[in-house]
């Protein structure tokens, strides 16, 4: 079985650009959530989406934004870029609603602000 | 405000014996405890999970303990293995339905095993 995909694995963008990651959940799973994870931290959340409706929304500004598909792939959009935009991506899914179970990672988008 | 302390950065185990990750936690709302092993360049994979209702769960080499009294949990990894060798997170998190409880898991900073051969 297929687990999350994320795409593009890597990703080098300059200050002020806008950025689009690409999330598909496990077959069946109908929750997504993104976080982000910088060097020496652990994974910070941002959003989570089920249903293709936002359920939660983490510490981030606006210039996140996240919206999930019928399909229940989901995408990561991030505006005016900065250097501490630098991070690894990370998307998650869950065959639960919001309840704060077990989420299966992807591998990540690796995002470098120059 | 750190609401999930992993306070060892690493830990380094003799293979064969046994590995103690640890973990604290603030918030007494948290009702869902997990565990993550991360390898470079991949994304973190589910080992082990908690509820609060429980003290301990194991799953093969591994086993959670939980301490709600001290807002502690910790992972022992018996045996320890070469392969086990990677960074840990533990997640924390709030269960059920409604507004304040989207589901989403709060991690601490990791800690770093290795398992020497």
């Known amino acids: 079985d297929a687990g999350v995909t994320q795409s593009p694995t890597h990703l080098i963008k300059t200050r002020g650009q806008h950025v689009t990651l690409r999330c598909s959940p496990i077959?069946?799973?109908?929750?997504v959530s993104w976080y982000q994870q910088v060097l020496g931290q652990g994974p910070q959340f941002i959003f989570q989406y089920y249903e293709k409706e936002e359920r939660g929304r983490g510490n981030f500004p606006d210039r996140f934004s996240a919206r999930q598909f019928p399909n229940y792939s989901s995408e990561l959009n991030v505006n005016a870029l900065l250097l501490g935009d630098s991070a690894l991506y990370l998307c998650?899914?869950?065959?639960?609603?919001?309840?704060?179970?077990?989420?299966?990672f992807g591998p990540g988008t690796r995002l470098t602000v120059t | 405000d750190q609401q999930v302390k992993q306070n060892s950065p690493s830990l380094s185990v003799q293979e064969g014996r046994i590995s103690i990750l640890n973990c604290d936690y603030t918030n007494s709302m948290f009702d869902y405890f997990l565990w993550y092993k991360k390898y470079p360049a991949e994304g973190p994979t589910f080992l082990i999970s908690i509820s609060s209702i429980k003290d301990k769960n194991e799953d093969g080499r591994f086993t959670v303990f939980l301490n709600k009294s001290a807002k502690h949990l910790s992972l022992h990894i018996v045996p320890s293995q070469p392969g086990d060798s990677a960074v840990y997170f533990c997640a924390a998190s709030r269960t059920g339905l409604g507004s304040s409880n989207t589901g989403k898991l709060i991690f601490g900073q990791g800690t770093t095993l290795q398992v020497k051969p």
């Open positions: 998650a899914s869950s065959s639960w609603t919001t309840s704060g179970r077990e989420q299966y």
């Open positions: 077959s069946g799973h109908k929750s």
